[in-house]
């Protein structure tokens, strides 16, 4: 199992409605997990971090973690076709505190 | 805008040359990372600077090597450079503690990378 992994997509979700966007990880990465958001030609930028169980909210984001289950999601409520872009899930490795990410979820708002 | 930068924006290099990447830190971050992304894959990770001193490394050759200064800017640099090294090169600034544990990552814009 590769340390960090996301479904490559496209995820198309219409205008308004929630986009769920999930991550899955290996025993190798620990208690902080990152959300970036990656519009095409640009640098990520960090949306959401969450080290603990449960949902942490800010504003139309909702990071959510299982790690019981090992997941790690996004949900955005309200979708804009702005929130168009590749969304990058992140975990620290436990062993030398190295991030590491997922090959990204690219997700289409369609208006 | 997270307040690192990088430069230089694009460059264009020939087989077997060497190049040199330059970052600056958002201030009071202590830490950087630099990450190569190919097209459609997620960054990767070269290594790690916490306190002047490289404190994490990923699966990248030799040649990849890197620098941090006393104001927490940093380098990197590349010899011999192959084709498969076109990429975006990413810096990432973190406010670090002791120990090297790091945090919230704040990436710069990037250095375009492309090898002939």
């Known amino acids: 199992q590769k340390e960090v992994e996301q479904n490559s997509g496209p995820l198309s979700v219409p205008e308004g409605a929630i986009a769920s966007l999930n991550c899955t990880y290996s025993?190798?990465?620990?208690?902080?997990f990152f959300w970036y958001r990656q519009y095409s030609g640009k640098s990520p930028e960090l949306i959401m971090s969450?080290?603990?169980?449960g949902d942490k909210e800010d504003g139309r984001f909702t990071a959510q973690l299982n790690k019981a289950s090992q997941y790690v999601s996004l949900l955005i409520r309200d979708s804009q076709p702005s929130d168009s872009a590749t969304y990058l899930c992140?975990?620290?490795?436990?062993?030398?505190?190295?991030?590491?990410f997922g090959k990204g979820t690219r997700l289409h708002i369609l208006p | 805008e997270t307040g690192v930068t990088q430069s230089p924006t694009h460059l264009i290099k020939t087989r077997g040359q060497q190049v040199t990447l330059r970052c600056s830190s958002q201030?009071?971050?202590?830490?950087v990372s630099w990450y190569q992304q190919a097209l459609g894959q997620g960054p990767q990770f070269i290594f790690q600077?916490?306190?002047?001193?490289?404190?994490g490394r990923g699966n990248f050759p030799p040649r990849f090597s890197g620098l941090q200064f006393p104001n927490y800017s940093s380098e990197l640099n590349v010899n011999a450079l192959e084709l498969d090294d076109s990429a975006l090169y990413l810096c990432a600034s973190t406010l670090g503690l002791a120990g090297g544990r790091t945090y919230e990552q704040y990436f710069g814009p990037g250095t375009r990378l492309t090898v002939t």
């Open positions: 600077y916490y306190r002047e001193e490289e404190n």
């Open positions: 201030s009071g971050h202590n830490t």
């Open positions: 992140a975990g620290r490795e436990s062993r030398d505190d190295k991030i590491i």
């Open positions: 969450i080290y603990s169980n």
């Open positions: 025993d190798r990465v620990s208690q902080s």
